[in-house]
């Protein structure tokens, strides 16, 4: 299933941030659950990978008061094409639209501050498993940014 809009969904958030002004996170596999390893530390992102693994949580993570970063969602349940488009569109605007309080206070946070439009969203299958397959624009890169994000396992 694949949702392109008859025009791509955009971002009025200001300021703008770049990709490669994110921060350092710690690494964290969506596959399966765990943070990464490597050399026995834990890994770090930062830059366009951490902004993908903020993609990637902003979408996994239902909403609630302990992570308002998350939203309201039933894509992953969508069986059809229909539900998927009316859901895709609602990831979309959301991901365009959303402005967190920065820490520290008055740093930006929030992917609408990054995404500048998004142009699809797909569901695909590879190696027996679902994912969602994002096509963005982001303040920073010139080319579309494409954000794998796995499905969740039931």
């Known amino acids: ?46 830059g366009l990978e951490n902004f993908i693994q903020k993609v990637q949580k902003f979408v996994l993570t239902p909403q609630n008061p302990r992570a308002p970063y998350g939203f309201e969602h039933r894509i992953f349940e969508a069986t059809n094409s229909n539900d998927f488009c009316i859901e895709a569109e609602s990831l979309a605007r959301q991901m365009v639209s959303q402005v967190l309080e920065g820490y520290p206070p008055g740093s930006l946070n929030g992917l609408g501050h990054t995404i500048e439009a998004i142009y699809s969203i797909e569901r695909c299958i590879k190696d027996g498993r679902s994912y969602l397959l994002i ?12 954000v794998r994000i796995p499905y969740p396992r039931s």
């Open 135 to 146: 096509e963005m624009k982001v303040t920073g890169l010139n080319d579309v940014l494409k």
């Open 1 to 46: 299933m694949k949702w392109v809009p008859s025009q791509p969904v955009v971002s009025s958030v200001t300021p703008r941030l770049n990709v490669h002004d994110y921060l350092t996170d710690l690494a964290f596999n969506f596959e399966n659950g765990d943070l990464i390893l490597e050399n026995g530390d834990l890994k770090t992102v930062s």
